[in-house]
């Protein structure tokens, strides 16, 4: 079963504007990590928060967890041409199995 | 550094025609490996785990197998392909917490 999902499913925003994608789920995590995938590429991993942290940052990305809440946030600052991609959430099951589950996406087109 | 190298980048192949993807990692031991497909909008749908030469879990029934050979190499085969079975398909390693996944360049299957 889909345990991560993202929403929105896609987002148009214009360069140098800030996009935030949304990730639900459904059950107690250990942690939630944050993908990019390129148009008919692999996916690339860009952050990991586990499940005792609310808030992290990578450069323009800033990550936020809310366990009451089952979600978590990506905001990408200051957006570029070459952040358009898929984004994915994946989220590892306490007490289950370490692999993780990937959502659906969300598809993040950043106009020049 | 550690590398992975995932093998055709597209096939096409006619419906009853065997299939054998190849997927190989350098740099590193007694990796954890997987193979994911991704249908069209769809998110990840983990296929095989490998947690060690000749250890194969299969999360999905279906007419796909997965061998493990060597400890840095994973394969996906089919006997006879079907239409269903088309799609992207993305190999992936990472260490034994599950977290940071490496992934593939992918292959993009065409059943017809």
């Known amino acids: 079963s889909q345990q991560g999902e993202e929403d929105p499913q896609a987002l148009s925003i214009q360069e140098g504007e800030n996009a935030t994608m949304n990730c639900s789920y459904k059950t107690s995590i250990n942690n939630l990590q944050w993908y990019r995938q390129n148009s008919g590429r692999g996916l690339v991993h860009l952050i990991l928060i586990r499940s005792n942290e609310r808030e992290k940052h990578s450069g323009r990305l800033r990550v936020t967890l809310d366990t009451s809440k089952k979600s978590s946030s990506l905001l990408i600052t200051a957006s570029r041409a070459a952040d358009t991609a898929s984004y994915f959430c994946?989220?590892?099951?306490?007490?289950?199995?370490?692999?993780?589950?990937f959502g659906r996406g969300t598809s993040l087109i950043v106009h020049p | 550094s550690q590398t992975i190298h995932q093998w055709p980048a597209t096939l096409v192949q006619p419906v009853g025609s065997p299939l054998s993807l190849e997927c190989t990692v350098e740099?590193?031991?007694?990796?954890?490996l997987y193979w994911y497909r991704q249908a069209a909008g769809r998110g990840l749908q983990l296929l095989f785990y490998s947690v060690g030469i000749g250890q194969i879990s299969s999360e999905v029934p279906q007419n796909l197998s997965a061998s493990r050979p060597q400890d840095r190499q994973f394969i996906l085969s089919s006997k006879k392909l079907l239409l269903s079975d088309s799609g992207f398909y993305l190999c992936a390693w990472s260490t034994g917490t599950g977290v940071g996944y490496t992934f593939g360049s992918g292959t993009r299957l065409t059943v017809v």
């Open positions: 740099g590193t031991s007694n990796p954890n």
């Open positions: 994946a989220t590892s099951r306490a007490g289950g199995s370490y692999i993780p589950t």
